[in-house]
């Protein structure tokens, strides 16, 4: 059997999953590290052991299949965007790799939105300005890391360092290029506007390639690593969130992808990019003629999570004994109250908050308590909040690109009927939720063959796609949404101030 590795370079690990030419999976390695937090705002991943969790897990998925006589016709990559390493000139590195929830550049951050070049940045980079993005980070260690500033070679992503370990290449994708804030979207090239900010030239950043582009004739020593020959095709693929819709198959218009894992986003792809005179939306690149367009929220299922993990011992317990879920536990009490939780509303920025209102100082509501409420409300308002929190970013979208039909949904709250259910219900639409929720490796393997020349367009993965469920909207459930979601809006702008306030007396 021909088989491709779709690789992605993830958060919490490093997947790589065999997949064969028909979408189906063959066989997975999962290989996890953890985020580093030298300082409370800094998140940070040591590359090399991410370049380790590489080259094993594809080690793994390698020596199964040559067991059973299968044949490897090419590697594509995802990655996580947003990432950032110094390097110097021998290649190593000058620091980890500050990775997406770092937020160490958040006064960097506001000097560049608010100066007088800084919309015109994100016009043409498609990235807000946000402690997130490299522009702000690179700006950041200009001023507070010197030395290492100064002796830095290349500024990369892990997955550019990935490349220029097994290839000797500092080269970049499109995809991952366009989520720095130092890529023109529209010209293809690096943004001279961003450089001059960020006080570098050309030269300290990567190549930019297609997202196609095949790479061959890797470093022996890596290719005896991984158990491949050199000349195995590197496909460099594009990056996790834009490679998500399109595993998804959420690529046509009136199509969008809603993934819940840990943070969360909403997102479309459209043939070019279409920036947001708000600055409230992404535009990123998937290939040279698609272009991901959406917005991220910090507070997806890590909010379950947090409840989980402080308030939920006895559920914890007895979800032990009877050896299933805690969270299946959790959502059941939550199904025990109707839409709306009687009037209880929660806002999720436990975290701040990215889209729509990309605030960091933004923090955790529950509003309306009554004495009627018990624990079921509280559980099902903090659901729902977090489904508001991706509607209200959706509305944004469709203000900017055109309404949406169809919600694929994809990430960690797919395993809730009632949280895929409650998706449907607040935005009135179709939700269709695929077999396989591996959407970000499958992405990267339908690059892979487009570049190897398996299949004419990327529109051909709706055949690798199995639809495991469809849920339709319950209107009544909606209309008790929408009169709640309009409190929920008001809420935000009239705590702005005092979340500020309140933020001064925590540590
Ligand atoms: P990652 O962001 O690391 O890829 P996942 O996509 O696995 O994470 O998502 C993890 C999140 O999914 C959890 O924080 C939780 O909110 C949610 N989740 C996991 N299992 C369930 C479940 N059975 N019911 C509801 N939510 C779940």
Not at 84 to 111: F, H
Not at 173 to 186: N, P, Q
Not at 267 to 289: G, M, V
Request: proline residues 4%; contains cysteine; aromatic residues 10%.
């Amino acid at each position: 059997m021909k088989y491709l590795i779709g690789l992605d370079i993830g958060t919490s690990s490093t997947k790589a999953i065999a997949f064969d030419l028909l979408g189906n999976i063959i066989s997975k390695s999962n290989i996890g590290y953890p985020i580093l937090n030298p300082k409370p705002s800094w998140s940070e991943q040591n590359p090399d052991e991410m370049l380790v969790a590489v080259i094993n897990s594809i080690r793994t998925v390698i020596d199964e299949n040559d067991n059973k006589g299968n044949e490897l016709l090419g590697v594509s990559f995802s990655a996580a965007m947003h990432g950032i390493i110094a390097v110097n000139e021998k290649g190593e590195k000058l620091t980890d790799c500050i990775i997406w929830a770092d937020t160490r550049s958040t006064q960097v951050s506001e000097s560049i939105k608010n100066s007088e070049i800084g919309h015109e940045i994100y016009m043409r980079t498609g990235t807000p300005i946000h402690p997130m993005s490299p522009l702000c980070k690179i700006t950041w260690m200009r001023d507070n890391m010197k030395e290492v500033f100064k002796n830095t070679s290349k500024f990369i992503s892990i997955k550019e360092y990935v490349f220029f370990k097994l290839f000797g290449k500092y080269v970049v994708d499109y995809s991952i290029a366009s989520a720095t804030g130092l890529f023109d979207i529209y010209d293809l090239a690096w943004n001279k506007n961003s450089l001059e900010v960020a006080g570098i030239n050309k030269d300290k950043l990567s190549l930019p390639v297609p997202p196609t582009q095949i790479f061959k004739g890797m470093n022996k020593k890596y290719a005896e690593l991984m158990g491949i020959d050199v000349d195995t095709a590197f496909v460099i693929g594009a990056s996790d969130g834009c490679l998500a819709n399109l595993g998804a198959n959420a690529i046509k218009p009136g199509d969008a992808a809603v993934t819940i894992g840990t943070s969360g986003a909403i997102r479309i792809i459209a043939e070019k990019p279409k920036n947001d005179e708000s600055e409230r939306i992404f535009s990123y690149i998937l290939t040279e003629d698609h272009f991901v367009l959406g917005g991220p929220v910090n507070n997806g299922g890590i909010i379950f999570r947090w409840f989980r993990d402080n308030f939920s011992q006895i559920e914890r317990a007895t979800a032990e004994s009877l050896g299933i879920d805690t969270y299946e536990l959790l959502t059941k009490e939550a199904s025990k109250v109707p839409a709306g939780a009687n009037g209880l509303i929660f806002l999720p920025y436990l975290l701040g908050e990215r889209a729509p209102h990309w605030d960091a100082n933004s923090k955790g509501v529950f509003f309306g308590i009554n004495i009627t409420h018990k624990r079921e409300h509280f559980l099902r308002a903090l659901l729902e909040g977090v489904i508001f929190g991706v509607y209200s970013v959706g509305k944004a979208l469709e203000e900017t690109t055109g309404n949406i039909d169809t919600i694929y949904a994809t990430g960690g709250f797919v395993r809730s009927e009632l949280w895929v259910q409650m998706l449907s219900d607040v935005f009135n639409k179709k939700v269709v939720v695929a077999e396989s929720y591996e959407s970000s490796c499958l992405g990267a393997v339908v690059i892979g063959m487009k570049a190897i020349g398996l299949i004419n367009n990327i529109e051909e993965v709706e055949k690798l796609v199995p639809i495991a469920q469809t849920f339709t909207p319950n209107i009544k459930n909606h209309e008790v949404y929408m009169k709640t979601f309009e409190i929920y809006e008001r809420l935000y702008l009239k705590l702005k101030d005092e979340f500020v306030s309140i933020g001064l007396l925590q540590k």
